[in-house]
């Protein structure tokens, strides 16, 4: 059985940092690209991060590259979104994801949801003074 389970969402000021973490079971994660999306309310899921968990290929989207850093442990079968500097804009649920990894980075950082075959449950970030 496939499990993603995400932690480390919380409430923090603009300007502050939260970790994202993601633990994966059940999933030869050598074949996948692990991915950070999230919603903001009223709005479509949309992708921020993602890793190649084989060779550790990473995207982010424009709006959050110098902010948010994406990691994997593969000894802890973790996948890590380090955020910093957080801004209102940033409030959402974030969820990870699980795509086979067939294609470039960006390709797959950019695709549609329905490219990921596994998601989590989600986490709430809430950035606001």
């Known amino acids: 059985q496939v499990q993603l389970v995400e932690s480390g969402g919380g409430l923090v000021q603009p300007g502050q940092s939260l970790r994202l973490s993601c633990l994966a079971s059940?999933?030869?994660?050598?074949?996948?690209?692990l991915a950070w999306f999230r919603q903001a309310p009223g709005k479509e899921r949309e992708g921020v991060s993602c890793i190649s968990w084989k060779n550790e290929n990473t995207y982010s989207k424009d709006s959050v590259k110098g902010r948010f850093t994406i990691s994997r442990d593969k000894a802890k079968d973790t996948v890590y979104l380090q955020m910093n500097s957080l801004q209102s804009d940033d409030t959402g649920v974030y969820y990870c994801a699980a795509a086979t990894d067939w294609a470039t980075i960006e390709v797959l950082c950019t695709a549609d949801t329905h490219e990921y075959e596994y998601w989590g449950q989600g986490t709430q970030v809430t950035v606001s003074s």
């Open positions: 059940g999933l030869n994660l050598d074949g996948y690209v």
